[in-house]
């Protein structure tokens, strides 16, 4: 993007700002002039260059006020917080802060003194809390980008409510230094945006170590970097959805008949369910009274009613409840484990129905309650998940559903949820050791389980340089051998790359028979990769097949 377009882009923002006329998403909005100003700064060839964001106010950006909607909280970091700081490092620009349910305690998004956020595409309705206003500005075409946090469920839901996409990662995979706590353990910072590639992209750009949160962590060597070929998923039992409304039941049912190239099992989920409402009805809820709860204690006049009951009540629970609540979170995450073993993730309604404002003002806790259904449990458990939409109600309004999985599974849950978008799937998870294959491991051929068995992602088709013969070894099943002979002495030789995690990749090499190893591969590009090859010995002993070009196009008896 040019440096003149991305002005452009900043004034067709505040425009439309002006049009939508929806004063209650912000609580700081920075004045056109310095958005502009730093727009004239950016670099335009960086990633995210232009793109423009909307940060949820409980969010530190240096400058501007954090108020977590609540004024006399208020205060002006001198540093913004890290996810957001590496947002703006490669290009981005901030429009200002959103508004939000108080202390992130809810998620209808009408717990605020600036007002309640009205649904982007009907008044009437809730945005979804808390991050309410970072979603509203996303659907209302503001911004590409909005940041938000999601303790219960506040990323996913009011994407669900707007027919968005949410990312909610594995806690500490993005670092939460800079955020106004809610449960410290069990925040995490979160990417709404209007389509998968750009909510994957910008929260490609969150991750990653920072030494200033002792709650960061780092992708494990293990990590799965894609989903399977053909992905299997566990849905609930029709028990397990009763709290669903007609409309979002039979809206769940269609976008499960709509599924292409995905299997699906109905599961038991009762446990997780059950864990889920330990997040506010439990001992777990003493972690909002340790963010927040003094300050409440005092009373500030600004202080929704509904949250500072929940903060207040937290400080109630004895210790020992904890503790025992702690054991039963461990016992749920081990049978979440033992659920989901064999699918590639769990496909779960985001949340039971969309309620109008006037209907959370008259039972604000019963709502709210209801809304986290299926979202609870799932930092509870150190599991992650990405909202998308699904096939919409009869009356045309956005559904949404969520691919819940595993701790450190986040690239499955971004690849099954591009397969339920019917889009092409983006990288989250950009590490691993790329890895050659030219024979029984290619696509089609009888070893090629063995790199999807360990989470490899297809990279593309790919040739050696000149330096390589081929040769058929003449094993079970037929394989060929890579031999380098020298620049000249070959042909290019066909194959295909994937990436594959360091331990995945160590426990591939640990199983390759004689005379089969690993080591660096010379493409027709010029880059060296890993690869396979085979001994000078077994090169010489087989059959020379390198004038097919490729294992794949080679007459072998049996290779299929």
């Not at 996810?83 to 620009?93: E, S």
């Not at 450190?408 to 397969?419: C, E, H, L």
């Not at 297809?458 to 081929?470: H, I, K, P």
């Not at 194959?495 to 390759?512: H, P």
């Amino acid at each position: 993007m040019l440096q003149h377009e991305i002005a452009e882009k900043v004034r067709r923002a505040y425009k439309r700002i002006a049009e939508v006329d929806r004063p209650e998403v912000w609580i700081t909005l920075r004045p056109e002039d310095d958005v502009l100003a730093d727009a004239a700064a950016v670099d335009p060839t960086l990633p995210l260059a232009g793109m423009l964001v909307a940060v949820k106010d409980n969010v530190d950006v240096a400058g501007l006020p954090t108020t977590a909607a609540c004024p006399e909280f208020a205060y002006t970091p001198e540093v913004t917080a890290t996810a957001v700081a590496r947002l703006v490092q490669q290009g981005a620009l901030i429009l200002g802060k959103t508004n939000l349910d108080q202390f992130a305690t809810g998620l209808v998004g009408t717990r605020s003194p600036y007002g309640p956020v009205r649904c982007a595409w009907d008044p009437e309705r809730v945005s979804g809390g808390s991050s309410s206003g970072s979603a509203a500005a996303v659907a209302l075409g503001i911004v590409d980008i909005g940041i938000g946090t999601d303790t219960a469920g506040s990323g996913r839901v009011p994407a669900a409510f707007h027919g968005i996409v949410g990312i909610k990662t594995t806690l500490g995979i993005v670092p939460t230094t800079g955020v106004v706590p809610a449960c410290a353990d069990y925040d995490c910072v979160t990417v709404l945006a209007s389509d998968l590639e750009t909510a994957t992209r910008a929260t490609r750009v969150m991750t990653g170590y920072d030494a200033s949160d002792p709650r960061s962590r780092t992708w494990p060597a293990d990590v799965r970097l894609a989903a399977s070929p053909t992905p299997r998923l566990a849905v609930p039992r029709a028990e397990d959805l009763a709290a669903l409304s007609p409309e979002y039941r039979e809206a769940f049912d269609r976008t499960l008949a709509s599924l292409k190239g995905i299997s699906y099992v109905e599961v038991d989920i009762s446990v997780l369910l059950g864990a889920a409402v330990l997040l506010y009805d439990g001992a777990i809820v003493a972690q909002r009274y340790s963010a927040v709860g003094e300050f409440l204690s005092g009373e500030p006049e600004s202080a929704d009613p509904t949250v500072a009951q929940i903060v207040r009540n937290a400080a109630q629970p004895a210790a020992h409840r904890y503790v025992d609540e702690l054991g039963v979170l461990a016992s749920a995450k081990r049978t979440a484990s033992e659920l989901l073993d064999g699918f590639d993730g769990l496909l779960l309604p985001t949340t039971t129905e969309h309620p109008t404002i006037a209907a959370v003002q008259a039972d604000p806790v019963g709502i709210n309650r209801r809304l986290g259904t299926f979202t609870n449990f799932c930092n509870l458990l150190d599991m992650a998940a990405v909202a998308v939409p699904g096939a919409p109600t009869t009356e045309g309004h956005p559904f949404g559903v969520m691919v819940v999985v595993p701790g450190f599974a986040d690239q499955v849950a971004v690849d099954v949820a591009a397969r339920v978008s019917d889009c092409a799937a983006p990288v989250l998870v950009d590490e691993g050791v790329d890895l050659l294959v030219v024979g029984a491991h290619l696509e089609g051929f009888p070893l090629h389980h063995q790199l999807t068995d360990r989470g490899a992602r297809f990279v593309g088709e790919v040739r050696t340089s000149d330096a390589y013969r081929l040769v058929d070894l003449g094993t079970t099943p037929p394989k060929p051998g890579l031999v380098r002979h020298g620049s000249g002495l070959g042909a290019p030789i066909a194959g295909e790359l994937y990436r594959m995690s360091a331990a995945g990749l160590g426990t591939f090499l640990a199983g390759l028979p004689a005379p089969m190893g690993l080591t660096s591969v010379e493409l027709s590009d010029g880059r060296w990769v890993t690869g396979f090859g085979c001994s000078y010995e077994a090169g010489e002993a087989g059959v020379d097949i390198t004038e097919f070009g490729g294992w794949r196009f080679a007459p072998v008896r049996g290779k299929s």
